[in-house]
């Protein structure tokens, strides 16, 4: 994946070594490369909402990026360093019952949202997945809204676009609304960041309408644009990250 902004570093203090899109592309390629493992847990009985599932992806991975232990020196801080200056890859996988409980036991952070629960985990090599992760499947992720979603009303709330014209299953979907999200943060400033923390890092992902997607893809925010390694071409834009911070800068 990949990202489109118009904006020179300088006008965006926080974003610096941490932001992999800064480099050259071939840099990205040669380097060793990792993948986020994200885990949802999806019951028989009781399945979350798709939009909860995809709010609360996203919000793990910023949980996961400012996780003391991913700072600094800290036990995961190399692995977060040697994932962020190769392509940014990540891999949403499924779990119920005692697979679930099993993905408890491995470093990482547990992200709750209404009803949806994610598991995030340090990178790990693309090949050397742990075997209680590898073996959890990645399809069966077709999530549903029993309700309807409501319009975002409150001001300020940061919003997570999805391309209307594509049809993404929701596992496809968490991975591309967590990009998203990281794309924000690579572009606020520190106090910025802080205040987004400080929050909950409280977010929304909604379809954007069809008649608004070319404005907000061409509006200079962070778009998130896939690989295609699964579901969907090359190139495809799949978020609009809608930080409001990010619509008053310079």
Not at 65 to 77: M, V
Not at 102 to 109: D, E, I, M
Not at 159 to 165: E, F, G, Q
Request: no cysteine.
């Amino acid at each position: 994946m990949s990202s489109q902004h118009t904006h020179p570093a300088s006008d965006v203090p926080a974003v610096g070594a941490d932001s992999p899109f800064r480099q050259e592309h071939a840099l990205r390629d040669e380097a060793p490369q990792f993948v986020l493992p994200l885990v949802v847990r999806i019951e028989k009985t009781e399945p979350p909402a798709r939009t909860d599932a995809l709010e609360t992806a996203a919000r793990a991975v910023l949980i996961l990026l400012t996780d003391e232990r991913a700072q600094g020196d800290g036990e995961w801080a190399g692995a977060v360093r040697d994932w962020q200056d190769a392509r940014i890859r990540k891999v949403v996988r499924r779990a119920r019952g005692a697979e679930w409980r099993k993905t408890q036991t491995l470093p990482g952070v547990t992200v709750h949202g209404a009803g949806a629960e994610v598991r995030v985990f340090p990178p790990v090599p693309l090949d050397g997945w742990p075997k209680e992760l590898a073996k959890l499947q990645v399809s069966g992720t077709d999530l549903d809204d029993p309700e309807p979603v409501p319009s975002v009303t409150e001001p300020g709330l940061p919003v997570l676009w999805l391309n209307p014209a594509l049809d993404m299953s929701a596992g496809k979907a968490m991975a591309q609304a967590g990009h998203a999200a990281q794309l924000a943060w690579w572009e606020l400033t520190q106090a910025q960041r802080t205040a987004w923390q400080a929050d909950g890092f409280r977010l929304a992902v909604r379809t954007a309408a069809r008649e608004r997607w070319a404005e907000l893809s061409g509006s200079g925010l962070p778009v998130v644009r896939d690989a295609g390694f699964t579901e969907i071409a090359p190139g495809s834009a799949t978020v609009v990250a809608d930080h409001p911070a990010l619509r008053t800068r310079p």
